[in-house]
Each structure stands twice: as C-alpha cells, then as structure tokens.
C-alpha cells in the first residue's frame, strides 16, 4: 500500500476537525482543558500543558480564564504543597456537555444532510477502525 491513503486520510480528518471547531462556542484550548479534566480527574497545568502539547503560557492563559468563569477551581496537591491542582466543576462539566452536544449536533446533521443511507452505514464501519488506529498512535 502506497502513502497516499495515509496522506488523503490525515488531509480530510484535519479538514473535519477544522470545519467542526466553527461549531464550538468556547476556544478550543479552554475546551481541551476541560474535557482533560473531566476524564482524567485533578491535573496541575504543567501536566495539562504537557498533555496538549502546549507549552505552560499557553495553557495558564486557558485555565486563567476558566477560573474567572468558574469551569475549574484550584486545590492543594496533596502531596506536593508547592504544586497546585484544578479541577473541573460542576459548571465546567456542564458547559463542557454542552459544547460537546453542540458539536455532536452540528456534525449529525451535516452526515444527514450529506450522506445517503448506505453511506453513513459505510461510515458507521469505520468508527471501530479510527479508533483502533488512534489507539495504536497514542498508545490508549
């Protein structure tokens, strides 16, 4: 197999996400933020800037802002007082639900306005294989 298929699938998948951050109301890094939280529980943002391989500027300006709307709180490490950890709260977790159904909302109706029957079937098949590629790229 040639490295075209590698190419054309790296080039719509990016295409797809870039078309379906114009449905997100909230900046993506905020978002990213919050939906770390959510699944992976209290996090410093050193931890999180490492994870969305940003460096710590950038994720201290999200997570400054995400204080100030009350989406995330902070606390001792329990370990390490000199460290601190953020959590995402019930506002955060909310929001970020909302975010994610807005998206969710927004990519159903294009695959419904867009694709025939047997094609989102078609696509309905290649969730599995996306995935499992996602997991041998990450590791998860």
Do not use: F, N
């Given at each position: 197999m040639d490295d075209t298929l590698a190419e054309d699938l790296r080039h719509a998948i990016g295409e797809l996400v870039r078309a379906a951050r114009t449905a997100d109301t909230m900046?993506?890094?905020?978002a990213a933020i919050l939906g770390h939280l959510d699944r992976g529980g209290p996090q410093t943002t050193a931890e999180l800037a490492h994870q969305r391989g940003v460096t710590h500027q950038s994720a201290s300006k999200s997570v400054k802002?995400?204080?100030?709307?009350?989406?995330?709180?902070?606390?001792?490490h329990e370990t390490d007082g000199r460290k601190l950890l953020l959590h995402i709260t019930?506002?955060?977790?909310?929001?970020?639900a909302e975010e994610r159904a807005q998206r969710?909302?927004?990519?159903d109706t294009a695959i419904r306005d867009t694709l025939k029957p047997a094609e989102r079937e078609l696509l309905q098949e290649c969730v599995p294989l996306l995935r499992g590629l996602t997991a041998h790229i990450t590791g998860h």
């Amino acid at each position: 197999m040639d490295d075209t298929l590698a190419e054309d699938l790296r080039h719509a998948i990016g295409e797809l996400v870039r078309a379906a951050r114009t449905a997100d109301t909230m900046p993506a890094g905020e978002a990213a933020i919050l939906g770390h939280l959510d699944r992976g529980g209290p996090q410093t943002t050193a931890e999180l800037a490492h994870q969305r391989g940003v460096t710590h500027q950038s994720a201290s300006k999200s997570v400054k802002q995400l204080l100030a709307e009350d989406l995330v709180r902070i606390e001792p490490h329990e370990t390490d007082g000199r460290k601190l950890l953020l959590h995402i709260t019930d506002l955060g977790r909310t929001r970020l639900a909302e975010e994610r159904a807005q998206r969710a909302d927004w990519l159903d109706t294009a695959i419904r306005d867009t694709l025939k029957p047997a094609e989102r079937e078609l696509l309905q098949e290649c969730v599995p294989l996306l995935r499992g590629l996602t997991a041998h790229i990450t590791g998860h």
